[in-house]
T-cell receptor
Framework: ETGVTQTPRHLVMGMTNKKSLKCEQH?????MYWYKQSAKKPLELMFV???????ENNSVPSRFSPECPNSSHLFLHLHTLQPEDSALYLC????????????FGPGTRLTVT | GENVEQHPSTLSVQEGDSAVIKCTYS??????FPWYKQELGKRPQLIID?????GEKKDQRIAVTLNKTAKHFSLHITETQPEDSAVYFC??????????FGKGTRLSVIA
């Protein structure tokens, strides 16, 4: 176990549904990330949070809404998704004020029907 | 911003042969270069990393080399085994910035 957990591991949702992905890190890191992984773009950075503040939003559509209530928890709220949003969503954490490893969670496999 | 290019996108080798994956980066201020391995259905995991004050680092069958002048770094796997089959990602950062990943290399080791 790497210390980064994600729930749920699998999610199937319709285009009109609202759901949330959860990530938790137990490593004392100060930065957390959401990545989208698909066949077309293997590791696409979506959002970066540093000490709970969002520092990067890589042109992600508004149907994805991140939330970082504290430095250990990260959410990705989903609403009115499209089938092309089906992918593996990976959470990661790291210590941004020192050079070092970024730890990934196991991911949530999302299917939008 | 940083841009990382990775080649090849797919690589097939015979078991026991060596595999080499190459990456280039654009930002000369980048100083940290990790390599991640992602097995099918699993999360990416760090296998080796190198900092800009070092030219080469080795850990058993894997090694990484860094050429700061040319801004490229490479992963070398010797005596490949079927369990080395996976997708490998290179990345670069300035330490206090998020990692920028390459597009990955799918390595297949044929028994």
């Amino acid at each position: 176990e790497t210390g980064v957990t994600q729930t749920p591991r699998h999610l199937v949702m319709g285009m009109t549904n609202k759901k949330s992905l959860k990530c938790e890190q137990h490593l004392g890191h100060n930065a957390m990330y959401w990545y989208k992984q698909s066949a077309k773009k293997p590791l696409e950075l979506m959002f970066v949070y540093n000490f709970k503040e969002q520092t990067e939003n890589n042109s992600v559509p508004s149907r994805f809404s991140p939330e970082c209530p504290n430095s250990s928890h990260l959410f990705l709220h989903l609403h009115t998704l499209q089938p092309e949003d089906s992918a593996l969503y990976l959470c990661a954490s790291s210590q941004l004020d020192s050079v070092g490893e970024q730890y990934f969670g196991p991911g949530t496999r999302l299917t939008v029907t | 911003g940083e841009n990382v290019e990775q080649h090849p996108s797919t690589l097939s080798v015979q078991e026991g042969d060596s595999a080499v994956i190459k990456c280039t980066y654009s930002d000369s201020a980048s100083n940290y270069f990790p390599w991640y391995k992602q097995e099918l259905g699993k999360r990416p995991q760090l296998i080796i990393d190198i900092r800009s004050n070092v030219g080469e680092k080795k850990d058993q069958r894997i090694a990484v080399t860094l050429n700061k002048t040319a801004k490229h770094f490479s992963l070398h796997i010797t005596e490949t085994q079927p369990e080395d089959s996976a997708v490998y990602f290179c990345a670069a950062s300035k330490g206090n910035t998020p990692l920028v990943f390459g597009k990955g290399t799918r390595l297949s080791v044929i028994a």
